[in-house]
């Protein structure tokens, strides 16, 4: 399948459950050409078949001051595929969804941290979910008839986990493909098992394919095998 | 004699236009014993059925006779439009054809009620025959090639023959009937398919080849190609490089338009044959792309389906195209017989790994007419016996299963398909 390496292009900015403290630190940028020196090692190194792929990952891409060079080093090294995580706000604004495909995105990985309802609570900003929709609605629109991906990371913890079906089908009306359920902020229960595995078939009946990372409980996914795989980057 | 009106309704699938119904119309048309009134239309499968029937029901004059090829993945719309254009118009004399209804079709005359003549095999002489007996109020059901109603009871006709001189059937291409200038238009250079894939029809039984002569298809591919404003078409040929010095000549037939830019799309090839040479063959001829398996990585299936499969030949294909800057589909089937998951998912698996261009996963289709439609059961596939007939599970594979990997591999083809540049780079 598909490899992505994920470049941190900051840390301590993704969007996370205000409950458990994602927004009380401050998220660290780190500069353009750090980043590309990592672009250009992994592009000269890529053995991971068709690519190379990378994911921008650890802060909101569309905070980080340098972002067009990020995204121009990634395409001027050769990266067939540019992803960027997202909590998806501000593709809703101005021409930035357009603007991100012109640049050479192909993918966003959007953050769901349940249905729309527990997004906006979990994320403390009312509105957000109806954002994403319309960046990702603007995203696919600005791609035309070139092929573009949006998929969902789902970050589940103990204030969300009772709705992980819910942000599985938030995911779907996103238009996402694909879902990651990262239980990395959950200790396993019985009760917590099950509600993952109801997300996976609520996921198939969705069309989309998810499976569950990080869990205490193991890997929980269909197959052994997922749509694409992730691997670290040099800095992690 | 009544002058006869006919109406030939095409329901087609987004960019294409149906070459048979093409056939049909010149073959009608150039029989000199037939005074018709023909009209010819066509609309796309998403169009609501009971607008098609109101096209049919408003024409004039009100159509005798309506003529609709059918397909799997049309059949619902076109049996019901001929329900309600039956149910309008009772006098009117519904036919239908196709790989759908051809080797069904007692089953389907029975099944609907509102079809009264199902075309066999090629229709390219039987349909006129049929119009022929109707404007003589004859019997139909004698007529090779048709199966009919007649005094209460189903009753078909002899095996029609295929026929093998195919430069008998008049051009359509030459004929002055629109050719669509958007790549949605068709060629075809000969019947038949050499191989004998236990789920595809695309033989309809016989894997003799019965060519059109060369000057046939040198005058259909220049009536095409030379057409002002053409900017692609296509080939309908299941193996396009059937041999290799066919493949030369077609080259040479099509290089002129090549370079005028035209270019040819979703080009079926036998990949495993495709090397350095014909790959440049190919290239010249102004093909973008081109369209093969694996449709299955799997031993037991590929038995099963009577198929063979060489994953290094496959992938030296893959790679010959890529270097001349065409783009390769490797086409996957999703519930064939014997595959088990993990076959599937190696299917995916090896498909991407060629970075080919394009991977298009589809489900099974049992069609009527296949060696699966006829060994279903020994072979434990359960399927939809409605069309598009789409596998319900088979020994290897729940129901279950089926469903999460046509989910699982449409994810993996599309984000394999996400990325920069379309065109792909030579390694």
């Known amino acids: ?51 190379p792929n990378v994911s921008f990952i650890g802060i909101e891409p569309f905070v980080h001051p340098e972002l067009p060079q990020l995204i121009a080093a990634a395409t001027s090294a050769g990266f067939s595929r540019v992803r960027l995580r997202t909590d998806g706000g501000a593709l809703a604004k101005a021409d930035n969804a357009a603007g991100a495909f012109s640049a050479g995105v192909r993918h966003l990985e959007i953050v769901l941290l349940g249905s729309a309802k527990t997004h906006d609570e979990r994320s403390g900003r009312s509105g957000l979910f109806d954002d994403a929709a319309a960046g990702a609605t603007a995203f696919s629109r600005a791609a035309e008839s070139s092929a573009v991906s949006i998929t969902a990371r789902i970050p589940v913890c103990r204030h969300s986990v009772f709705d992980v079906a819910g942000a599985v089908v938030a995911a779907a009306a996103l238009g996402a493909s694909a879902a990651t359920i990262d239980a990395s902020g959950l200790k396993w229960s019985t009760d917590r098992e099950a509600l993952l595995d109801a997300a996976l078939e609520t996921a198939t009946v969705n069309r989309v394919a998810a499976c569950v990372i990080n869990w205490d409980g193991g890997w929980t996914a269909p197959y052994d095998r997922t749509p694409w795989q992730s691997l670290p980057g040099v800095t992690q | 004699m009544k002058r006869l009106a006919v109406a030939l309704v095409g329901v087609n699938t987004v960019g294409y236009r149906s070459l048979a119904l093409d056939y049909l119309q010149t073959s009608a048309l150039a029989d000199p014993r037939l005074d018709i009134a023909l009209t010819r239309f066509d609309v796309d499968v998403s169009l609501d059925a009971w607008w098609t029937a109101y096209r049919v029901l408003t024409l004039t004059p009100k159509p005798d006779v309506v003529a609709l090829p059918v397909f799997c993945w049309t059949a619902r719309h076109v049996f019901d439009a001929c329900r309600l254009v039956k149910a309008a118009s009772p006098e009117t004399t519904i036919v239908v054809g196709g790989p759908e209804v051809g080797p069904i079709a007692e089953e389907v005359l029975a099944e609907q009620p509102s079809v009264d003549i199902v075309v ?308």
């Open chain 2, 120 to 427: 066999r095999g090629e229709g390219e002489f039987t349909f006129p025959e049929i119009l022929h007996s109707i404007s003589r109020g004859g019997d139909v059901g004698g007529i090779p090639g048709a199966t009919a109603r007649s005094g209460g009871r189903i009753v078909s006709g002899a095996e029609p023959k295929l026929l093998d001189e195919l430069d008998m059937l008049a051009s359509p291409f030459t004929a002055g009937l629109p050719i669509a200038t958007d790549g949605s238009a068709y060629v075809e250079t000969y019947r038949g398919c050499p191989h004998r894939c236990s789920y595809c029809f695309e033989g309809k039984g016989s894997s003799r080849i019965r060519s059109f002569s060369w000057e046939r298809i040198e005058s259909d591919i220049n009536a095409v190609a030379a057409l002002p404003g053409m900017t692609a078409f296509s080939f309908i040929d299941p193996v396009f490089n059937l041999t290799r010095d066919r493949l030369g000549r077609l080259s040479e037939i099509l290089a002129p338009h090549a370079k005028r830019g035209v270019r040819l799309h979703t080009i079926e090839v036998d990949i495993e044959r495709v090397d350095a040479e014909q790959a440049a063959l190919l290239g010249a001829a102004g093909v973008v792309s081109v369209e093969s398996g694996p449709q299955t990585v799997g031993a037991a299936a590929l038995a099963e389906c009577r198929r063979s499969f060489d994953p290094d030949r496959f992938a030296a294909g893959v790679e010959a195209c890529r270097a001349a800057g065409i783009s390769v589909e490797c086409d996957l089937i999703v519930g064939l017989p014997g595959d088990t998951l993990e076959d599937v998912l190696d299917g995916i698996d090896f498909a991407i790994s060629l970075d080919p261009g394009r991977v298009q996963l589809s489900t099974l289709h049992v069609l009527p007419g296949t060696d699966l439609w006829e060994r279903a059961t020994e072979l434990g596939l359960r399927f939809d016996r409605e069309p598009p007939h789409e596998v319900i599970s088979t020994p290897q594979l729940s129901y279950a299963d089926l469903r999460r990997l046509e989910v699982f591999g449409n994810a993996a083809a599309q984000t394999y398909q996400a990325r920069l540049s379309l065109t792909p780079r030579s390694r």
């Open chain 1, 1 to 51: 399948m598909i490899t992505f390496v994920e470049v941190a292009i900051g840390s301590d900015g993704e969007l996370g459950c205000r409950r458990c403290g994602a927004s009380s630190t401050q998220p660290h940028v780190r500069r353009a050409s750090d980043v590309g020196a990592e672009l250009a090692s992994i592009a000269t190194g890529w053995r991971y078949g068709p690519g």
